[in-house]
Every structure is written in structure tokens, then in C-alpha cells.
């Protein structure tokens, strides 16, 4: 079937362009024609999308096919990647590394680290690819702060999507959160590294998994004031909210800081120029 169909990539990305349509008719047509390219030639779908993920023809179709891409490739019984050959999973796997080091635009490099993260936890069990974890200690070591925010928020989803399998790479990730944490000069990096250390604390079930991530406390609390002399509003908040996310997910964790962490709040509530952050 695969190798009968012929659409073209131009006349695909047509047809995501239609998907994104504001016209009714035109998105519905669209959509019904891509529902039928995903069960009738399935490999051939996850080809054209992942070709489309880096569509010189506008941002949104890139975005688009990302998220499509996402869509069909995750981990479920309707998942098309079971669908595609051996040789065509290499090819897929190495197109979104390099779009993911290469694209330009902050939202569908987001999007493409979703489709990377999802990548992984397919191959994750089979261990079918053993040159991803590498490749993302690679990411977060680059002198790219995009490049070194993104490799945090995939660490982010492994630790999420794969819970207490994930643990074996704990000490790794722990080395790479180390370095994050103190990230000269992004605050978005020492947040997404924030993130991920909530996440993996979540998964740690006795006082002695969590006792590890402890020297990462003092620097979480630095991020927050990083925040308030840079008036960053938006970042503040985010570390704020994670502080108060691992209160309710772990509230030992917290307590070496809760002194600081109180004064930091009472500091935050006195300051004219964070009015979302009270």
C-alpha cells in the first residue's frame, strides 16, 4: 500500500494548510482526507509529516505536522509507529534531531522536543537507540541557551512518561540539573531544571531517593531571586509555582528551606513590581 501512494510534500503541506483553515468546510474536507492517509498508509503518513516538520513554507505548518507527528507516534495501541520499517524509524529519529538543533522558532522547537521525548520512550524498552541519551547530554552542554532549555524540558517528560524506569538514569540527570541550576545566563534553563527536579522527586518513594536532590535546594532558591532582581514577573512565578507543587507532592523535601523560603515569599509580597507573583 506505502508504495502505491505518491502524494507529493508540496501537495501534503496543502493539505495541513487546510487543516489549519478558518473555513469550516475547507478544514472538515481536509481533516476527513488526512484520517483516511493514516489508516490506509500509515508509514507513509508518519513520513510526510516528519518531512513536513520542516516545511520551508511557513512556521504553522511546521508547528502543525509537529503536533500531528506527536499525535500519532505516541505510546498507545493507536500508535503508527509499530507501522514503520526499521529503516524509516532511523530516518525519522536522526530528521528530528536535527530539526529540533536547527529550527529557528521557539514554539516548534518546543513542539519538536515533544515529538523527540516521545521518540525516546518507544525505543526506550527496547533500547533500540542508544545514541538519544547521549545526544541529550550533548543539548544541554551546548553553548545554545535554546539548545540547553529544550534538552531540560525532554528530560522533563522522560522523567514524567517513564516513572520509576527512568531511575536508572538519575545519576546522569542529576549532573546535568546540577549544571542547569546555576545556568549563567538563562533564567528559563534554571526554571525548566526546576521542573524536572519536581518531576523526578515524584518518583522517589523513600527519604533517601529524595535526600539526593537536596543540594539542589539552595540554588532553587537562588533561581527565585534571580527572578525578583531581574522584575522577572513571568519566571518568578513559574519557580514560585513549582515550590509549591513540590510542597504538595513531597513536603519533607522542603523542609531544610522552609525559613528561607517563607522570608523569599514575605520579600515577594512586599515587592510593588510582581503583582501576579502576591
Not at 536522526?94 to 521525548?117: F, G, H, M, P
Not at 533500547?127 to 535554546?146: C, D, G, N, V
Not at 539526593?212 to 514577573?233: G, R
Amino acid at each position: 500500500h506505502t508504495q502505491e501512494y505518491n502524494m507529493s510534500q508540496p501537495t501534503f503541506e496543502d493539505l495541513l494548510d487546510c487543516i489549519l483553515s478558518k473555513n469550516n468546510e475547507v478544514r472538515m474536507g481536509a481533516e476527513k482526507q488526512y484520517e483516511l492517509i493514516k489508516v490506509t498508509y500509515p508509514e507513509q503518513l508518519v513520513i510526510l509529516l516528519t518531512q513536513a516538520t520542516k516545511s520551508t513554507k511557513s512556521e504553522d505548518i511546521r508547528a502543525m505536522a509537529s503536533v500531528l507527528l506527536r499525535g500519532v507516534l505516541i505510546n498507545t495501541e493507536s500508535s503508527l509507529w509499530s507501522k514503520c520499517s526499521a529503516s524509516n524509524k532511523e530516518v525519522i529519529k536522526q530528521e528530528i534531531i536535527s530539526n529540533v538543533k536547527t529550527e529557528q522558532s521557539k514554539y516548534v522547537r518546543s513542539r519538536l522536543a515533544d515529538v523527540l521525548a516521545v521518540l525516546i520512550v518507544n525505543e526506550y524498552v527496547p533500547e533500540t537507540w542508544p545514541q538519544a541519551f547521549p545526544f541529550l547530554i550533548q543539548l544541554s552542554q551546548s553553548s545554545s541557551p535554546e539548545h540547553r532549555e529544550i534538552a531540560l524540558s525532554i528530560y522533563s517528560q522522560l522523567v514524567t512518561f517513564l516513572g520509576d524506569n527512568f531511575k536508572r538514569y538519575y545519576t546522569t540527570l542529576y549532573d546535568v540539573l546540577a549544571k542547569a541550576i546555576v545556568d549563567p545566563s538563562n533564567l528559563k534553563v534554571r526554571i525548566k531544571a526546576m521542573h524536572t527536579i519536581m518531576n523526578a522527586v515524584q518518583f522517589c518513594h523513600t527519604k533517601e531517593e529524595r535526600n539526593k536532590f537536596n543540594p539542589l535546594l539552595p540554588n532553587m532558591l537562588q533561581t527565585i531571586e534571580s527572578c525578583l532582581i531581574a522584575h522577572d514577573e513571568e519566571n518568578c512565578l513559574s519557580a514560585l509555582q513549582t515550590f509549591i507543587d513540590l510542597a504538595d507532592i513531597a513536603s519533607g523535601f522542603l523542609r531544610p528551606i522552609y525559613d528561607t523560603l517563607v522570608n523569599i515569599c514575605v520579600k515577594i509580597a512586599s515587592n510593588q513590581t510582581l503583582e501576579d507573583c502576591k
